[in-house]
Antibody, heavy 115, light 107 residues
Framework: EVQLVQSGAEVKKPGESLKISCKGS????????IGWVRQMPGKGLEWMGIIYPGDSDTRYSPSFQGQVTISADKSISTAYLQWSSLKASDTAMYYC????????WGQGTMVTVSS | VIWMTQSPSLLSASTGDRVTISCRMSQGISSYLAWYQQKPGKAPELLIYAASTLQSGVPSRFSGSGSGTDFTLTISCLQSEDFATYYC?????????FGQGTKVEIK
């Protein structure tokens, strides 16, 4: 069974850094794109970017370019989403998503940024 | 960037109704379109991909059609568990994008 398991909820202060993870299993991790989706409270879904773990080719949506870093460690089948300096506006649920058609979603990681 | 116009944003319907949701693209995407259902507090669930392929386990009352720029999600006979928010998503070109969502509520 294809499965994505994300790291747990985080509560951070503005200006702090954060790296959340998404571990894939049940498929060839290096063979398909894996991406991140943001959902702010009460709002719709937004693609942030995607990475191809086989060669680390990474694409960002214009709104998120320079704001986050997407990476992957194929040796442990894990993708990451990273912030160097969080803002209150980063408070959201973040989902990792794998595939290119028959997409599989992780359970989500809630990130709360508050002073 | 491919822009998507999903309509309506809110749909009031009754159990047993046939409902349709539209998604229009700013440029052609062949059949690289997916539809999702999301319930409050849950991750989105894939209903349809490749515009018309039903995901395994999804009831047959859900169907998708279209290609190029115009796509439709149809629920043939609305059930109580179908009241949720629905999103379309194109994966034809980067950046992949979502529609704005359609909330299906009880009339």
């Amino acid at each position: 069974e294809v499965q994505l398991v994300q790291s747990g909820a985080e509560v951070k202060k503005p200006g702090e850094s954060l790296k959340i993870s998404c571990k894939g299993s049940g498929y060839s991790f290096t063979s398909y794109w894996i991406g991140w989706v943001r959902q702010m409270p009460g709002k719709g879904l937004e693609w942030m970017g995607i990475i191809y773990p086989g060669d680390s080719d990474t694409r960002y949506s214009p709104s998120f370019q320079g704001q986050v870093t997407i990476s992957a460690d194929k040796s442990i089948s894990t993708a990451y989403l990273q912030w160097s300096s969080l803002k209150a506006s980063d408070t959201a649920m973040y989902y990792c998503v794998y595939g290119s058609g028959s997409f599989v979603w992780g359970q989500g990681t809630m990130v709360t940024v508050s002073s | 960037v491919i822009w998507m116009t999903q309509s309506p944003s809110l749909l009031s319907a009754s159990t047993g109704d046939r409902v349709t949701i539209s998604c229009r693209m700013s440029q052609g995407i062949s059949s690289y379109l997916a539809w999702y259902q999301q319930k409050p507090g849950k991750a989105p669930e894939l209903l349809i991909y490749a515009a018309s392929t039903l995901q395994s386990g999804v009831p047959s009352r859900f169907s998708g059609s279209g290609s190029g720029t115009d796509f439709t999600l149809t629920i043939s006979c609305l059930q109580s568990e179908d009241f949720a928010t629905y999103y379309c998503q194109q994966y034809y070109s980067f950046p992949w994008t979502f529609g704005q969502g359609t909330k299906v509520e009880i009339k």
